[in-house]
């Protein structure tokens, strides 16, 4: 048999086992009656009290989870699961007015939708410090939230040259970074023609370095890497023993066209990428990056010595490093085994130039001389996260279950059955240098025959589970809308949220904190309306103005109490802002439509409330 027929076998051969497995997890049951025997009563108590967070009192852990295509970020307590907030980020959000001041309409851009996938806390020391939470998009954008207020200060990009930001955004041990990498491959810069039967020769993927100011949070982009027409997928960054490197996990390693789950599945092994960002940073302060697209992009065939390719098996999606940074995990999603590489003997590999080829100039290493161990943990493992004392856990697509098993001896002690086709999997600060262990939470992409049916369009499942005891336990099905992928917990504690702006902390000119400061200038045709908003009233009361005028309303909060929320809805303008105690928020639209529209408070703030209105008078163009 030849070599390209016993690769499409084998591939024949995997895609067989994927299917059968996917097909398993939509054939589960979906009515009580093929359920399995109730749980004994002492397995429930268990579960019941373990989960149970009396009225009144706090969850332990926030959990971040993705929004996916929903471009938002849902924020949940555990171990309660309860669903405490949504942060909306790359989607406008109307029960939050997100989307419609001048602010956050100028962070969107012409841009109302977001792929959201992976949320990534900020770090010091290689431990969450609670300032800031980052999530990509796959718009070729990243954003910050400011964990202070739980709102989206900074949406970055599209940065030039990379497509699909997938690869995003995993931070550095001390947030001098945040990654990013392409997933789809073209011809660069942006906006650059080739056909695609040049796609092996003329496209290219890029991976990402987006600085971040270490007082400020501010990002910017730093500089890029080019490398082959590869599909890059998931990236972590190293710590401790191998803290200054990045890796990112690629498919499509044949640089394949067409029908990609046959055409970029006939190699055995794919290719996890490890920068050395430290020496990049260094080249490009030495002036040998190429400006392409308007961001320094650094060439491996010229600047070699900061990137190596690492085979791991075929079509890879979470590449993981353990928390003391000894280890890197890379997870083939058709193999029944997941892989883990030393990283000292990356670096011997490294020194002593031990390669098996290159790829563009970019050096090969053997895989048996990097490698300590293949875990057989099951089959379509995924992503990988740890717990206290060695202890790692993997997601197993096709199995539709979590591996627990030991780092060094790569024994495999426990295995979980999850409901249904796990993707990421989440533990307590799980990909920090010191993680909590008690919780994990599976997040399964099917969830069906497990709630009360809703229609075709089903919720995502996400289960938590103890792992505080050698064998780890079901405890809860939470549900949530799609699509999540990532998530990240962190200890409560950590974070210390404002409840009120105060005064003195607002520092926009066009603020304004008492009644009588409110009213209306004019200036030409443009107006400006500075609104105050206070229990039970909204002033001034009416704002007056000619069609065709340029309306900017400047609406302050006054209020310094906790959750005395006031809104601004202007009707038949499509305008809708929500202020917080003590915020300031500014829209501005053209008065376009002549006649009386009324505004009023949209959030329900006393017993007065329904009076809490006003009108905008627009006068007919004479």
């Given at each position: 048999?030849?070599?390209?027929?016993?690769?499409?076998?084998?591939?024949?051969?995997?895609?067989?086992?994927?299917?059968?497995?996917?097909?398993?997890?939509?054939?589960?049951?979906?009515?009580?009656?093929?359920?399995?025997?109730?749980?004994?009563?002492?397995?429930?108590?268990?579960?019941?009290?373990?989960?149970?967070?009396?009225?009144?009192?706090?969850?332990?852990?926030?959990?971040?989870?993705?929004?996916?295509?929903?471009?938002?970020?849902?924020?949940?307590?555990?171990?309660?699961?309860?669903?405490?907030s949504t942060i909306p980020v790359y989607t406008p959000y109307p029960a939050t007015g997100y989307g419609f001041d001048d602010e956050s309409k100028a962070m969107l851009g012409n841009l109302t939708w977001g792929d959201a996938h992976h949320p990534a806390l900020s770090e010091t020391a290689g431990d969450y410090d609670g300032r800031w939470l980052f999530i990509n998009d796959m718009n070729g954008r990243i954003a910050r939230i400011d964990l202070r207020d739980f709102k989206t200060k900074q949406i970055l990009g599209p940065i030039p040259n990379v497509s699909g930001n997938h690869g995003s955004s995993f931070v550095t041990p001390n947030t001098e970074y945040a990654l990013m990498a392409s997933r789809f491959s073209i011809p660069i810069p942006k906006g650059s023609y080739a056909p695609i039967d040049k796609y092996a020769e003329a496209y290219r993927g890029v991976l990402c370095a987006i600085r971040i100011d270490p007082k400020s949070g501010e990002m910017s982009p730093a500089w890029q890497i080019l490398t082959p027409p590869f599909d890059w997928d998931l990236g972590d960054s190293g710590k401790l023993a191998s803290d200054g490197w990045m890796f990112w996990t690629c498919y499509n390693s044949e640089r394949a066209t067409g029908k990609l789950?046959?055409?970029?599945?006939?190699?055995?092994?794919?290719?996890?990428?490890?920068?050395?960002?430290?020496?990049?940073?260094?080249?490009?302060?030495?002036?040998?990056?190429?400006?392409?697209?308007?961001?320094?992009?650094?060439?491996?065939?010229?600047?070699?010595?900061?990137?190596?390719?690492?085979?791991?098996?075929?079509?890879?999606?979470?590449?993981?490093?353990?928390?003391?940074?000894?280890?890197?995990?890379?997870?083939?999603?058709?193999?029944?085994?997941?892989?883990?590489?030393?990283?000292?003997?990356?670096?011997?590999?490294?020194?002593?130039?031990?390669?098996?080829?290159?790829?563009?100039?970019?050096?090969?290493?053997?895989?048996?001389?990097?490698?300590?161990?293949?875990?057989?943990?099951?089959?379509?493992?995924?992503?990988?996260?740890?717990?206290?004392?060695?202890?790692?856990?993997?997601?197993?697509?096709?199995?539709?279950?979590?591996?627990?098993?030991?780092?060094?001896?790569?024994?495999?002690?426990?295995?979980?059955?999850?409901?249904?086709?796990?993707?990421?999997?989440?533990?307590?600060?799980?990909?920090?240098?010191?993680?909590?262990?008690?919780?994990?939470?599976?997040?399964?992409?099917?969830?069906?025959?497990?709630?009360?049916?809703?229609?075709?369009?089903?919720?995502?499942?996400?289960?938590?589970?103890?792992?505080?005891?050698?064998?780890?336990?079901?405890?809860?099905?939470?549900?949530?809308?799609?699509?999540?992928?990532?998530?990240?917990?962190?200890?409560?504690?950590?974070?210390?949220?404002?409840?009120?702006?105060?005064?003195?902390?607002?520092?926009?000119?066009?603020?304004?904190?008492?009644?009588?400061?409110?009213?209306?200038?004019?200036?030409?045709?443009?107006?400006?309306?500075?609104?105050?908003?206070?229990?039970?009233?909204?002033?001034?009361?009416?704002?007056?103005?000619?069609?065709?005028?340029?309306?900017?309303?400047?609406?302050?909060?006054?209020?310094?109490?906790?959750?005395?929320?006031?809104?601004?809805?202007?009707?038949?303008?499509?305008?809708?802002?929500?202020?917080?105690?003590?915020?300031?928020?500014?829209?501005?639209?053209?008065?376009?439509?002549?006649?009386?529209?009324?505004?009023?408070?949209?959030?329900?703030?006393?017993?007065?409330?329904?009076?809490?209105?006003?009108?905008?008078?627009?006068?007919?163009?004479?």
């Amino acid at each position: 048999m030849s070599q390209k027929n016993r690769g499409i076998l084998t591939w024949g051969v995997l895609a067989a086992v994927v299917v059968a497995g996917v097909l398993a997890g939509r054939c589960a049951p979906s009515a009580p009656k093929g359920r399995k025997a109730p749980a004994a009563a002492s397995d429930i108590a268990v579960a019941a009290q373990k989960t149970y967070v009396a009225p009144g009192d706090l969850d332990e852990y926030y959990l971040f989870s993705s929004g996916g295509h929903s471009g938002q970020v849902y924020v949940y307590g555990v171990p309660s699961m309860r669903h405490l907030s949504t942060i909306p980020v790359y989607t406008p959000y109307p029960a939050t007015g997100y989307g419609f001041d001048d602010e956050s309409k100028a962070m969107l851009g012409n841009l109302t939708w977001g792929d959201a996938h992976h949320p990534a806390l900020s770090e010091t020391a290689g431990d969450y410090d609670g300032r800031w939470l980052f999530i990509n998009d796959m718009n070729g954008r990243i954003a910050r939230i400011d964990l202070r207020d739980f709102k989206t200060k900074q949406i970055l990009g599209p940065i030039p040259n990379v497509s699909g930001n997938h690869g995003s955004s995993f931070v550095t041990p001390n947030t001098e970074y945040a990654l990013m990498a392409s997933r789809f491959s073209i011809p660069i810069p942006k906006g650059s023609y080739a056909p695609i039967d040049k796609y092996a020769e003329a496209y290219r993927g890029v991976l990402c370095a987006i600085r971040i100011d270490p007082k400020s949070g501010e990002m910017s982009p730093a500089w890029q890497i080019l490398t082959p027409p590869f599909d890059w997928d998931l990236g972590d960054s190293g710590k401790l023993a191998s803290d200054g490197w990045m890796f990112w996990t690629c498919y499509n390693s044949e640089r394949a066209t067409g029908k990609l789950e046959v055409t970029a599945s006939q190699r055995d092994r794919d290719y996890i990428a490890a920068v050395d960002w430290k020496a990049a940073e260094k080249a490009v302060a030495e002036g040998k990056a190429d400006t392409i697209g308007g961001i320094k992009v650094l060439d491996p065939k010229k600047v070699p010595g900061i990137i190596w390719l690492m085979p791991c098996g075929k079509s890879p999606h979470g590449v993981d490093v353990s928390p003391d940074g000894k280890y890197v995990i890379g997870s083939g999603k058709l193999q029944g085994v997941t892989t883990a590489f030393n990283f000292e003997k990356i670096q011997t590999a490294i020194r002593n130039k031990d390669f098996a080829g290159d790829e563009e100039g970019i050096p090969v290493l053997k895989y048996e001389s990097i490698k300590d161990a293949e875990v057989p943990v099951g089959l379509g493992p995924l992503h990988t996260q740890f717990g206290p004392d060695g202890w790692a856990y993997t997601s197993l697509f096709v199995d539709s279950a979590i591996a627990k098993w030991k780092l060094g001896t790569w024994e495999v002690v426990d295995k979980i059955p999850v409901s249904y086709s796990v993707g990421h999997l989440c533990a307590a600060e799980g990909d920090t240098v010191s993680p909590d262990g008690k919780y994990l939470i599976s997040l399964n992409k099917l969830s069906h025959g497990r709630h009360l049916s809703v229609g075709p369009s089903q919720p995502e499942s996400s289960q938590l589970i103890d792992i505080s005891e050698e064998k780890m336990k079901l405890l809860f099905d939470a549900f949530t809308e799609p699509e999540p992928h990532y998530a990240q917990m962190i200890k409560a504690d950590k974070l210390h949220p404002i409840e009120v702006y105060a005064k003195e902390d607002n520092k926009n000119p066009l603020a304004i904190w008492d009644v009588k400061d409110a009213g209306v200038t004019r200036n030409g045709n443009e107006v400006l309306a500075k609104v105050v908003l206070v229990r039970s009233t909204i002033t001034p009361q009416a704002i007056e103005v000619q069609q065709g005028d340029t309306v900017k309303v400047a609406i302050t909060n006054i209020e310094q109490t906790t959750d005395e929320l006031h809104g601004w809805g202007l009707l038949d303008y499509n305008i809708n802002i929500v202020c917080d105690p003590g915020e300031t928020k500014v829209v501005t639209f053209k008065a376009d439509k002549p006649g009386v529209y009324p505004y009023y408070c949209t959030n329900f703030c006393s017993a007065l409330h329904q009076e809490m209105q006003g009108y905008l008078i627009v006068k007919p163009r004479a």
